[in-house]
Each structure stands twice: as C-alpha cells, then as structure tokens.
C-alpha cells in the first residue's frame, strides 16, 4: 500500500520541484499581490462613489464591481502570464486549475449580489445563496476533473418525449437556472422603473402604481416565456396547457383572479389611491398602499387592515378624500331655555379656535338646529384637512372649550327631561293619598 501510493505521489512531488512549477507559483503570487494592491486603492474610491449614489443603476454597477475587482484584477494577471508560458510550451497545470477557481469566485460574488439586491433578505435567500455557492463550485470541480462532459451527457440521457417536446433532467436545470436569471433581471427592471416613476412629479401616485404592476407583470411574463424558449421548449405546444389551466384558473383561482383584476380597476379609474382616507363597512384608515390582491389600510391605532380589492369594487365606499382633503367635523351641543342662543352661538364660535386643526378658510360657523324636548340645540360646523388624524381630538378640544365658556357665562346644559300630567287617579290611591 504504501509502495503505491509513493509511486502516485512521485509524479506529482517531482512536478512540484520543477522550474516550470515554480514559475506558476510566481505568477500566481504576484497576482494575488497585484490584486490585493489594486484592490485596496481603488476600493476607497469606489465606496465614495457608492455612498454618492444611494440608489439606481450607477449605485448597483458600483457595488458589483467592488465584489468583482480583485478576482478580476488576478485574472488580468494570470491569463496573459499563461498565454506566455503556453507560447514558450511549459507546463500549465496551476494556472489551468487556478484561471476557472478565479472565474467561479467572480460568478459566486456576483450571483450572491444579485439575488440580495432583486429579493428581500429572508431564509430562502439565504439557503438559494448556499445552493448556489454549492452549484457553482461543483461545475468547477467536475470541469477540473474532466467529468463535467460526462455528468451533463448522463443528465441529458435521462429524459422523456410529450409530443414534440423531448424533456430531460439537463433541460430542467437550464430552465430553472434561466428562470432564476430572467426573473432576477425582470424584478431589477421593476424596480428601476418604479424608482423612475416616483421621481416623476407629473404622475398621479394611482398611475405609479398601476404603471409599476404593469411592467411587473409584463416583465415577469417575457422573462418566464423567453426562458421556456431558450430551453428549446416550444411555446405553441403550450396553447392546449394554457387553456386548461385558463379553465382551472377560472373555477379554483375566482376569488384571486377577481381580486387581481379589481386591483388594476382601481388603479385605473383612480377612485382610491395611497394617502386616501376611506371607510369600508366598519373600517376606518387611510390607504397605505395598493397591492395586487389586497388594499392596506392603516387606523389611527396603527393596525394595518388588508381589504381585498374585491371588496371595494363591489362594496360601499366612503373616501373622504376623493376629491378634497377637506372634511367637515360636526359638534352638537344644546342648552336651556333660560339661555341666550345668541350668546352662545357666539361664545361656540369662539371656542373653534382651542383646535389648531380646524381651518380659518372655510371658516367655522354655529347653526341653531331645533328646539328640542331638553333644550335648544345647536351645532358647531368646522372643517380640518388630515382626515387621517380622525375627527376625536378635534371634538374633544372643542367640546373642553365650550364646556368652560359655558361655565364662564352661566350657560347651562340641560339633562334631559320630562313633564308627567295625571290626569286621572283610582279612587282608592286618592283616598290613601
């Protein structure tokens, strides 16, 4: 045993000692130095271009190059040190097995950054990041051996035939692989756009976010067509598929076609956009965002109420912001017989000034409403413009002033009442009386 593994180390050992080894290491020693140098010098620069540039295109070219300069920066060293030693016909076998390590620690890098930057951080990109770290370093080690020919051939042996199609476990890699790079590619273009359309001061927030679904879906559709097509997969084989699954669609998914179709409605006919302050049945809040199957709607206790779309096509809405912020906040109060109205009309108009939110324009006004069974009533009318602060702290403030003016002046707020006349009596509670 030991005689043979002696006899399989000797190559190797005396490979190891030869100048032509040595001249792989020097090179391979100077690039790592070269790219180091280079490395620290320019990434000063580059994090002062990123920290400029929050967002955009230019802010994601710069973060992916930081991630791929020093593999880069080797390359640029070892690939023309290899073409001059395989000019001078010397061993390459280092530089052969060190050119794809560098190339797949530039591909993980990048890979790794796409996915963080087209998906929110959670468990599944983490573990996808894993996968394909694992993936990526396995076609390495199989190219290196000389079997990646072999494992794809056997891949692509294992197949089976439905129609015209011939599908096979290789085609299925490739199409998750491109559907994983076209979506990636399709969500980064979303986003892109979405960034340019909230810059856009000429467009409505409704029509940002109908546009923003739109180019998602749109986008999301090409990227999953265009794979499908790149895999050799025909796409008109596909058309009895799709109207079976338009049937399926139809009968299982109603209530989520339903709700995803209402949601472009709203979008379009701009009857709720985000910032609106609405009212469904029981639920109060302003819309804080539209999304394709529900509305998120926030209260004033911070609760965020996900309405689906469907319900505000087919149900009562009341938006109290439709078409001004502007809503009126009604306080009734009523006082004695006694009183003078005309004085405390008067002392309730001033008192709509305790509110900071109640507008000067339109001005506030007093109405006398009814002589009713208690006492006169009348109603304060004022109007505010955050419909989103709710209308309780407004008529609370008001409603303490009033109750202090009326203190002041000696007005009085009457309980209610009521006048009993008997008009006849049993004589036997007559004479016990």
């Known amino acids: 045993m030991l005689e043979s593994t002696l006899t399989w180390l000797q190559p190797h050992l005396e490979s190891l000692v030869s100048p032509a080894t040595w001249w792989q290491v020097v090179v391979l020693a100077l690039a790592a130095v070269a790219a180091s140098l280079f490395n620290r010098r320019i990434q000063t620069l580059l994090e002062t271009q990123a920290s400029a540039n929050q967002q955009g295109f230019r802010h994601i070219a710069v973060r992916s190059l930081q991630r791929l300069l020093w593999p880069l920066t080797a390359l640029a060293v070892v690939l023309p040190a290899k073409a001059v030693l395989d000019w001078y016909e010397l061993p390459l076998q280092l530089l052969g097995v060190a050119v794809p390590i560098l190339w797949a620690l530039a591909l993980i890098r990048f890979s790794i950054y796409l996915l963080r930057k087209a998906f929110t951080i959670n468990p599944l990109l983490k573990s996808s990041e894993s996968a394909l770290s694992v993936l990526i370093w396995l076609g390495v080690v199989l190219h290196l051996l000389g079997w990646l020919p072999t494992v794809l051939g056997f891949l692509d042996s294992m197949a089976l035939n439905l129609g015209e199609n011939r599908i096979s476990v290789l085609s299925v890699i490739k199409l998750l692989l491109l559907v994983a790079l076209a979506f990636t590619?399709?969500?980064?273009?979303?986003?892109?756009?979405?960034?340019?359309?909230?810059?856009?001061?000429?467009?409505?927030?409704?029509?940002?976010?109908?546009?923003?679904?739109?180019?998602?879906?749109?986008?999301?559709?090409?990227?999953?067509?265009?794979?499908?097509?790149?895999?050799?997969?025909?796409?008109?084989?596909?058309?009895?598929?799709?109207?079976?699954?338009?049937?399926?669609?139809?009968?299982?998914?109603?209530?989520?076609?339903?709700?995803?179709?209402?949601?472009?409605?709203?979008?379009?006919?701009?009857?709720?956009?985000?910032?609106?302050?609405?009212?469904?049945?029981?639920?109060?809040?302003?819309?804080?965002?539209?999304?394709?199957?529900y509305v998120v709607v926030r209260n004033r206790e911070g609760v965020d109420t996900l309405i689906p779309n469907e319900n505000l096509i087919t149900s009562e809405v009341i938006n109290w912001s439709y078409a001004d912020r502007n809503v009126r906040v009604v306080?009734?109060?009523?006082?004695?017989?006694?009183?003078?109205?005309?004085?405390?009309?008067?002392?309730?108009?001033?008192?709509?000034?305790?509110?900071?939110?109640?507008?000067?324009?339109?001005?506030?006004?007093?109405?006398?409403?009814?002589?009713?069974?208690?006492?006169?009533?009348?109603?304060?009318?004022?109007?505010?413009?955050?419909?989103?602060?709710?209308?309780?702290?407004?008529?609370?403030?008001?409603?303490?002033?009033?109750?202090?003016?009326?203190?002041?002046?000696?007005?009085?707020?009457?309980?209610?009442?009521?006048?009993l006349h008997i008009k006849s009596m049993p004589a036997g509670l007559k004479q016990n009386s």
């Open 185 to 293: 590619l399709a969500i980064w273009l979303s986003e892109l756009i979405s960034r340019q359309l909230q810059r856009s001061a000429n467009i409505s927030p409704s029509m940002r976010v109908g546009f923003n679904k739109f180019s998602k879906f749109i986008l999301l559709t090409l990227a999953f067509l265009i794979a499908l097509n790149a895999v050799g997969i025909n796409l008109s084989s596909l058309a009895i598929f799709g109207g079976a699954l338009g049937v399926g669609l139809g009968f299982g998914l109603q209530r989520i076609a339903s709700n995803f179709i209402s949601g472009f409605i709203l979008v379009l006919d701009r009857s709720i956009k985000p910032g609106d302050v609405i009212t469904v049945g029981d639920k109060f809040g302003w819309v804080e965002a539209l999304n394709s199957r």
């Open 331 to 419: 306080i009734p109060v009523q006082i004695s017989y006694d009183d003078d109205p005309e004085q405390a009309m008067a002392l309730m108009l001033e008192c709509a000034k305790a509110s900071s939110r109640i507008l000067t324009e339109p001005a506030p006004s007093v109405r006398l409403m009814e002589f009713a069974d208690s006492g006169i009533e009348l109603q304060l009318r004022a109007w505010i413009s955050d419909p989103e602060n709710g209308t309780g702290g407004v008529k609370s403030e008001v409603n303490l002033a009033i109750w202090r003016a009326f203190k002041e002046h000696n007005i009085t707020i009457p309980y209610p009442q009521r006048d």
